[in-house]
């Protein structure tokens, strides 16, 4: 019985003794294999990439819904956007975890978007998979990871953080050696809607250029002359960061153009895949323009009712305009494809081309002939008539190129052209009697310029010369905006001049409590009922709100203040509203 059960105590302790030495022998195995790991390349690879999947979680990225949560969070990284993206697609992370993260995400700083920029470009050189991005169509770039914001060339107002607007226009911008449309373009599109439609739209300019004095010249052009609008965030003005550009020098020529109109229409591919990259963001619409048209009055309706009628249709893109690229209607969110499409093939072929082929690549079959691919086509690209907008430039940016292009779909086209009324901006006015002294020149008469049909031409004013606009019945004024000169006689501008108001109850009483209002000590309010409310600037241009403390207005005029002018004075917008 003793030796019975000594034998089994024996064979108890030789089976735990095994079981010791495969646990040794394993525990001796992994630590082995993680030396071993830890000195291999391929393993290195894994590991950052295990690091960078982490780090997603760690930030509680949702895969799922990656877009919607990394817009708020990288609203100025267009780049750092596009690129950690398409990472987060390929990170597997799965539902439950993403489900299990309650906490809102931290904002990243700077140097954390830079990190994740240079993390997925090491995993896409190192990778079995390489991962397309920014980078392998602009190389370049990835020397200056930490640098690719755009260049905001205003302060923006506490009013722009609230905008929620559904449009956002793009309005690239490079120099012209003879003219600049910019500023006509800009008054055009304000001019053609209502003001209450102006909280659905934001304006983008995208100065394309590296020359630091002329990118300041069009910044204090703009905000020049559209002061409230930039301030309000209607209006943004940027460029894009130093080293954005590639060497343009040493692009490869095709279908038989010169070597500066090659390099010319490249750079403009990527002007437009930088603009769009940044706008895509801020509204659910995004519209192209040019920096050389104008837009017909009541567009903005327009597109809307157009917008409507085509809700049940899976368009990609609408028309407003036939010519290149103006005109044309994206969704916001279906953008970034077409955005790597142009930056795959910007040195190839110009942009209205290369929209062309876009849109054959997502609904053409190559089985079918061309007559069956136009059909297609026009089913997710649908143009509108007439055209809301028309080009108007005549100097190319391209030097020495002259473009007579028109869009004759564009109401009254030819007319328009020869009565010269694509230099006048015309408005919805608060009805009103008009009176002057001033002497007109021929039919270009105040009455019909203040009603929107032409613009308005006076013969040499002088100091007692006055413009008077009664109303009916008192009315408030929200807004005023007087412009003088056009492109064709920039001399015939109104510098000395003022805006004046006269209430419908006694002022002098509120000339003495409240101090934002001017008076003017030659016309004393007391003595005449008018006071102050803006001056013409040396641009010719004055605008500006009446304080809502001087109530119903029953009067509005524009008067010349200095004693001797030799010039003629051309008023191409009135806007009283």
């Not at 003794?17 to 646990?23: A, G, P, R, T």
């Not at 780049?79 to 975890?97: L, Q, V, Y």
């Not at 930039?230 to 279908?255: K, N, T, W």
Request: glycine content about 4%; aromatic content about 10%; proline content about 5%.
């Amino acid at each position: 019985m003793n030796i019975f059960r000594r034998r089994n105590f024996l064979s108890r302790t030789v089976r735990r003794s095994v079981v010791i030495l495969l646990f040794l022998s394993l525990l001796g195995t992994v630590f082995l294999y993680t030396i071993w790991r830890d000195s291999s390349p391929d393993d290195t690879i894994v590991d950052q990439k295990n690091t960078f999947i982490f780090a997603l979680q760690q930030n509680k990225i949702d895969v799922g819904n990656f877009r919607e949560k990394r817009l708020a969070d990288n609203r100025n990284q267009p780049f750092n956007r596009e690129i950690i993206e398409r990472a987060a697609r390929k990170a597997p992370i799965s539902s439950t975890t993403t489900k299990e993260i309650t906490a809102p995400p931290p904002k990243p700083t700077k140097e954390i978007k830079r990190q994740e920029v240079v993390i997925q470009y090491k995993l896409n050189r190192n990778s079995e998979l390489n991962f397309p991005s920014i980078f392998n169509y602009l190389p370049h770039l990835i020397q200056f990871a930490n640098d690719l914001e755009p260049i905001r060339l205003h302060n923006k107002s506490i009013e722009t953080a609230h905008r929620k607007p559904k449009f956002v226009f793009g309005i690239p911008t490079v120099k012209r050696l003879k003219k600049s449309y910019l500023v006509d373009t800009i008054r055009s599109i304000l001019a053609g809607m209502k003001l209450s439609e102006r909280s659905k739209i934001v304006i983008v300019v995208y100065i394309g250029e590296k020359d630091q004095s002329h990118i300041k010249y069009v910044t204090d052009d703009i905000v020049g002359n559209f002061t409230s609008e930039v301030q309000q965030g209607l209006v943004e003005v940027i460029a894009p960061p130093e080293h954005y550009y590639p060497d343009l020098d040493d692009l490869p020529l095709s279908f038989g153009d010169p070597k500066e109109r090659v390099k010319w229409r490249s750079k403009q591919n990527l002007d437009y895949s930088y603009m769009m990259m940044y706008a895509q963001q801020k509204a659910e619409y995004y519209l192209q323009l040019e920096d050389d048209v104008i837009a017909s009055k009541g567009y903005l309706q327009k597109i809307e009712i157009f917008m409507n009628s085509q809700k049940h249709k899976p368009w990609f893109m609408l028309e407003f305009c036939r010519l290149g690229f103006i005109g044309k209607l994206f969704h916001s969110q279906q953008l970034s494809n077409l955005i790597e499409f142009f930056l795959m093939f910007y040195k190839q072929k110009p942009n209205d081309w290369l929209l062309d082929h876009y849109i054959e690549v997502l609904v053409c079959s190559p089985e079918k002939g061309r007559k069956e691919c136009n059909a297609e086509k026009k089913k997710v690209r649908m143009n509108s008539k007439p055209s809301l907008f028309q080009h108007v430039g005549k100097h190319s940016s391209l030097k020495g190129k002259v473009q007579k292009l028109i869009d004759r779909a564009f109401p009254g086209a030819a007319k328009r052209k020869e009565k010269g009324e694509d230099q006048f901006f015309p408005h919805d006015n608060i009805k009103a009697t008009i009176q002057t002294n001033a002497v007109e020149y021929s039919k270009f008469k105040i009455k019909s310029a203040y009603e929107g049909h032409n613009l308005a031409w006076i013969k040499t004013p002088k100091n007692s010369t006055f413009i008077s606009f009664h109303f009916d019945t008192p009315v408030k004024i929200e807004k005023f905006l007087f412009r003088t000169g056009n492109k064709d006689h920039p001399g015939d501008v109104l510098k000395y001049g003022m805006v004046e108001v006269q209430t419908a109850h006694t002022v002098k009483h509120q000339a003495e409590n409240h101090k934002d209002i001017k008076v003017d000590d030659n016309n004393d309010p007391s003595k005449t009922g008018y006071v102050s409310v803006g001056t013409f600037n040396d641009k010719g241009l004055a605008s500006g709100t009446v304080p809502k403390s001087l109530g119903d207005i029953s009067e509005l005029r524009l008067r010349v203040t200095l004693d001797v002018m030799t010039n003629w004075v051309i008023i191409n917008e009135f806007m009283v509203c």
